[in-house]
Structure formats: structure tokens, C-alpha cells
């Protein structure tokens, strides 16, 4: 009896990893199209509104109209520079000199430094930037 049993468990055995590895192919069967060749486009223009809503669909009140406060525009009045004149560069290493007239004082300034004010932002041979009450002007080298 236990023989029979033994052959049973290994021929079941058996018997599914033949099935696994041989599977059945099923058949193919070909798709038929349809084609229609005498077809018509439509078109028409979908139109829709947007209307505003008042109301809240959440909480059910109606919405104020908030009025934003009016800005009061005021001019910016045109900034009057001091009389300035780019006379040249001088260049010692790594330090370079400017050399500015302002008001008719001449000064020797380096990047970042001021007078009268006027701070001196960024030079080179042909023109020096300068800012004055928040405002930047370039000036070119005088000839």
C-alpha cells in the first residue's frame, strides 16, 4: 500500500511539471477590419460662458466685492548730479586709482569708496559707474 502511495505522489509529480513545460498554444484567429470610407467630419464650435458666481458653494454666503485702496502716484523728481568728469586710471599692481573730478574738485577714488556722496561702483579705462541717491550714471573718459 505504501508503494501505490509513493508512485500516486511522484506520478502527480510528474504529470505537472510535464504540463508546465509543455503548455497548449492556443489558435490564432485573424482580425477583420472595418473600413468605412465615406465618413463625415463634424464641425461644429462647442461654446460655453463663464458667469461669475456670488456665492460660496462651501460654506452658502455671498461673497463682498473687496475694493483695493487706490495707490497715490506720486512722481520721482529727476535727481540733480554734481558736475563729474572721468580723467583716467592709475594702476600701481593690483591697486587701481580713478581719477574724478566732482564739483570741480578732483579726487583719487578706489572701488567703493565716496565723496561728496557719490560712491564710485565699479571703473575701467574708458568709463567709471557712480551711484548717487540710489541711482547709477556711467561716465565716459574725458578727451
Known amino acids: 500500500m505504501l508503494l501505490v502511495l509513493v508512485i500516486a505522489v511522484w506520478g502527480t509529480i510528474a504529470y505537472k511539471i510535464i504540463v508546465a513545460l509543455n503548455p497548449d498554444i492556443p489558435e490564432f484567429q485573424p482580425q477583420e477590419f472595418v473600413t468605412k470610407s465615406n465618413y463625415k467630419v463634424e464641425t461644429s464650435i462647442d461654446t460655453f460662458s ?3 458666481v456670488n456665492r460660496d458653494p462651501f460654506l452658502g454666503t455671498y461673497s463682498k466685492k473687496e475694493e483695493s485702496p487706490k495707490k497715490a502716484t506720486t512722481k520721482k523728481k529727476p535727481i540733480s548730479w ?3 568728469q572721468y580723467h583716467g586710471i592709475i594702476k600701481n599692481g593690483g591697486n587701481e586709482m580713478y581719477i574724478v573730478s566732482i564739483n570741480g574738485k578732483q579726487h583719487l577714488l578706489k572701488k567703493g569708496q565716496a565723496r561728496d556722496s557719490i560712491q564710485l561702483l565699479y571703473g575701467n579705462v574708458k568709463s567709471i559707474t557712480m551711484r548717487y541717491k540710489n541711482t547709477s550714471k556711467i561716465f565716459k573718459l574725458k578727451q
Open 50 to 52: 463663464i458667469t461669475k
Open 82 to 84: 554734481l558736475p563729474i
